[in-house]
T-cell receptor, first 118, second 114 residues
Framework: GAVVSQHPSRVICKSGTSVKIECRSL??????MFWYRQFPKQSLMLMAT?????????EQGVEKDKFLINHASLTLSTLTVTSAHPEDSSFYIC??????????????FGPGTRLTVL | GQNIDQPTEMTATEGAIVQINCTYQ??????LFWYQQHAGEAPTFLSY????GLEEKGRFSSFLSRSKGYSYLLLKELQMKDSASYLC???????????????FGAGTQVVVTP
């Protein structure tokens, strides 16, 4: 159980286009999902916290108008990178915290999306 | 602010033991997690500590001292498949919607040699 999927797994796009990444919890409901970005040989950097039915909370330095997050249901959150540029090329990973999770439960991570902007 | 430090890389031989240290200075604390991450893949959960002491889970053990802001992950009987990056993550305070955000260290690359 506790499987999180991401789609697409890899995407290559031209500079200036927008890219949407989906994060789905397949066998549980998640009130809260998190979006991370990871550059090569660096750690995961939290971008934003996504709560179902409300606006996302962005970390300092993350442009909310560039990285649009929608958490429309208890099993789906989407991240849209608008007007992507080469510096946005990165590994984007989502995680989901199960609804009703206990304090000892971990977040469950998706397999990641490799974005390359040409 | 948040500051989570761990060594960049460690090398050990198959069958040996390796200890990865993590020190942290964070504004809130609601548990410390260790994850394993292979290149290009998502992190997988290894261990969780919220109280001081040692948690043992098979070949992996994790220790926490909250007063010292210190944790370690101990990998015993190393296998080649243990070559990966190991991430220390501190969870900050609980909110109304979640148990808290994770802040990650930069990761320790463990290289297991034959």
């Amino acid at each position: 159980g506790a499987v999180v999927s991401q789609h697409p797994s890899r995407v290559i796009c031209k500079s200036g286009t927008s890219v949407k990444i989906e994060c789905r919890s397949l066998d549980f409901q998640a009130t809260t999902m998190f979006w991370y970005r990871q550059f090569p040989k660096q750690s995961l950097m939290l971008m934003a916290t996504s709560n179902e039915g409300s606006k996302a909370t962005y970390e300092q330095g993350v442009e909310k108008d560039k990285f649009l997050i929608n958490h429309a249901s208890l099993t789906l959150s989407t991240l849209t990178v608008t007007s992507a540029h080469p510096e946005d090329s990165s590994f984007y990973i989502c995680s989901a915290e199960p609804q009703g999770a206990s304090s000892t439960d971990t977040q469950y991570f998706g397999p990641g999306t490799r974005l390359t902007v040409l | 602010g948040q500051n989570i430090d761990q060594p960049t890389e460690m090398t050990a031989t198959e069958g040996a033991i390796v200890q990865i240290n993590c020190t942290y200075q964070t504004s809130g604390f609601n548990g410390l997690f260790w994850y394993q991450q292979h290149a290009g893949e998502a992190p997988t959960f290894l261990s969780y500590n919220v109280l001081d002491g040692l948690e043992e889970k098979g070949r992996f053990s994790s220790f926490l001292s909250r007063s010292k802001g210190y944790s370690y992950l101990l990998l015993k009987e190393l296998q080649m498949k243990d070559s990966a990056s190991y991430l220390c993550a501190v969870r900050d305070g609980k909110t109304t919607d979640s148990w808290g955000k994770l802040q990650f260290g930069a990761g320790t690359q463990v290289v297991v040699t034959p």
